[in-house]
């Protein structure tokens, strides 16, 4: 191989590797292109779901606080059916000691009474127990015995 034929073959070689590297950068500048984009699609569906999540996290709030709402008027509900039941009850035992002193009157007037005989006793009174308010008719009803 003469100078000639090596100056030539190095030429070629020197081309060869500069279409090689060209070629090479191309290549890498479109993945990295590729790669930008995919990074700009996955930032932009991440900021959309961002949004759903925040206002998913927003409903949930303001379900918790209607539920707390709720529950803070149910226990004052509760607390009020205790005092109701318990004024109930006070009410309940005021009425026994009633009619006990009423069946003491009458028998008291039974016994004083010239024409009242011992053989006629007084019916008893219901007791509290015996009877209730019927709360759809607000009238006391008796109860069976």
Same mark, same amino acid.
């Given at each position: 191989?003469? =100078? ?21 950068? =191309? ?9 930008? &984009?995919?990074?700009? /699609?996955?930032?932009? $569906? @991440?900021d959309e779901r961002a949004t759903t999540v925040d206002?998913? %996290?927003?409903? @949930?709030? &303001?379900?918790?606080?209607? +539920?707390?709402? +709720?529950?803070?008027?149910?226990? *004052?509900?509760?607390?009020? *059916? +205790?005092?109701?039941?318990?004024? *109930?009850?006070?009410?309940? =035992?005021?009425?026994? $000691? @009633?009619?006990?002193?009423?069946? =003491?009157?009458? %028998? $008291?007037?039974?016994?004083?009474? #010239?024409?009242?005989? /011992?053989?006629? #006793? /007084? %019916?008893? $009174? #219901?007791? @509290? ?5 019927? #709360? ?7 109860q069976p015995r």
């Amino acid at each position: 191989m003469s =100078g000639t034929n090596w100056l030539i073959v190095i030429v070629v070689a020197i081309i060869v590797i500069v279409a090689a590297v060209v070629l090479l950068n =191309g290549a890498r500048r479109r993945a990295d292109h590729q790669r930008a &984009e995919q990074a700009q /699609t996955l930032r932009r $569906e @991440a900021d959309e779901r961002a949004t759903t999540v925040d206002q998913q %996290a927003a409903k @949930a709030t &303001e379900i918790d606080a209607r +539920a707390r709402k +709720a529950q803070a008027e149910a226990d *004052a509900k509760t607390a009020e *059916a +205790a005092r109701l039941q318990t004024t *109930a009850q006070e009410h309940h =035992g005021r009425v026994d $000691e @009633a009619r006990t002193e009423v069946a =003491g009157q009458r %028998a $008291e007037a039974d016994e004083i009474d #010239p024409h009242t005989t /011992t053989a006629e #006793p /007084t %019916a008893p $009174e #219901p007791s @509290a127990e015996q009877t209730r308010v019927d #709360p759809s008719t607000e009238h006391p009803t008796e109860q069976p015995r």
